[in-house]
């Protein structure tokens, strides 16, 4: 009788899943289908001479991917309307399993944080007998918390923070004027509770751990995943992206004082996009072809332990590999003396950032009362997310010692 082996079928989101199909005749094909309610993705797949369908080994005929991928189905999940619901794998006339992917892994603790002005969710290993490294996890200029990534990054060993800054009720409304000395205060708080601390964001978090890295020696280590070596302009008030752009102000503050910041370029290339309702790839928004102000770019040199640079080459949310190969030279030329590297991954888009077997195939992505393009191709986008996602983990986990 045929059957569906899953392993594991309950598990934390970033870890695979193997995926089996056993008992079939040799050269049967079959459908293997993910849905969850909302998207749904398929394979049509011939059993081998052992009437074994496997994923870990077998590239679909057809179908949402292409390739031996193992994870093909959950990345290739598209939208296809309908309300959001359990996992289910199903077979046909074998039968479906329902998976469950873990946003919060079983044994990590979760405890909200509102003291001292700060606005966070602090995640832990439950009953560890050592002290765990501390990281804080940035969010970009979206706002709000990434409590997923915060949580998925505790269970590999780490108290981890996930730390609002705007957007949110006892916060600034907008990324305008974020007082640096905020970042200082969750520092501290974690290293009441943690041993090493690092910081990893994304986007414009990217932007903001180098920041925070380069500001407090605290710091042990930095990831910044397609984020930028240069401060760049508020994201400020407004009805519209045109307004919000135009809204001249810094994004930062050290001291009282506004940080020097590279300002946004509305040519008419990008007006017009946003004018006819277009996707619009806000990378046309960074114009360097004058140079970059040399008191823009952050003082990478400055941070007392690793850097991790991680970007994308077909980045259409800005230029992730030029603003951050910016911080790359600034590390050379000072002969950094702890590890640092920029990965670029040729072909993903902007959306790499966080926990990886997401849906990768949104390849735009909703904004200010516009669609924003990310760029690369899906493929290429779930396959830096992952490399990405175990990059940083391994990063973290040497340099501050789990």
């Not at 926990?355 to 986008?381: I, L, N």
Request: hydrophobic residues 40%.
């Amino acid at each position: 009788m045929a059957e569906i082996l899953v392993n594991p079928q309950s598990a934390p989101l970033d870890e695979p899943v193997d995926i089996l199909v056993v008992g079939l005749k040799p050269g049967y094909l079959t459908t293997v289908q993910l849905s969850t309610g909302d998207r749904a993705s398929h394979g049509v797949f011939a059993a081998d001479d052992r009437g074994v369908v496997d994923l870990t080994r077998h590239a679909p005929l057809e179908g949402s991917y292409r390739g031996v991928d193992p994870m093909g189905l959950f990345w290739s999940l598209e939208r296809v309307g309908g309300k959001p619901g359990p996992m289910v794998l199903s077979v046909d006339g074998v039968g479906d399993r329902v998976l469950e992917r873990l946003t919060v892994p079983e044994g990590v603790e979760r405890l909200e944080v509102r003291e001292n002005g700060l606005v966070g969710t602090l995640f832990a290993p439950e009953d560890d007998g050592g002290e765990l490294p501390g990281v804080i996890v940035l969010g970009g200029s979206e706002g709000g918390l990434h409590e997923t990534d915060a949580a998925l990054l505790a269970a590999h060993g780490f108290v981890t923070l996930a730390l609002g800054y705007f957007g949110m009720k006892g916060l600034p409304k907008h990324l305008v004027d974020i007082p640096l000395e905020y970042f200082g205060t969750a520092i501290d708080y974690l290293a009441e509770r943690a041993g090493e601390i690092g910081v990893i964001g994304g986007s414009r978090g990217g932007e903001l751990a180098l920041l925070v890295g380069s500001t407090f020696p605290q710091v042990r280590a930095v990831v910044s995943v397609v984020g930028s070596g240069v401060v760049t302009q508020a994201i400020g008030p407004g009805a519209n992206l045109l307004q919000k752009l135009s809204y001249e102000a810094a994004s930062w503050t050290l001291k009282g004082e506004p940080l020097p910041y590279l300002p946004y370029y509305v040519g008419a290339e990008l007006r017009t996009k946003i004018v006819n309702d277009e996707p619009v790839p806000l990378r046309l928004a960074f114009d360097t072809s004058d140079g970059i102000p040399e008191d823009t770019e952050i003082r990478v040199e400055n941070i007392v332990g690793g850097v991790l640079l991680i970007s994308s080459g077909h980045d259409d949310g800005w230029p992730s590999v030029e603003l951050s190969e910016v911080a790359m030279r600034r590390l050379k030329d000072h002969e950094h003396p702890f590890p640092y590297e920029h990965v670029v991954y040729p072909e993903a888009g902007h959306l790499i950032a966080g926990p990886p077997h997401r849906p990768a195939t949104d390849v735009t992505y909703p904004g200010p009362g516009v669609t924003f393009s990310g760029g690369g191709v899906p493929h290429a986008t779930a396959h830096a997310q992952a490399n990405a996602w175990k990059r940083t983990v391994e990063f973290l986990q040497e340099q501050l010692g789990t």
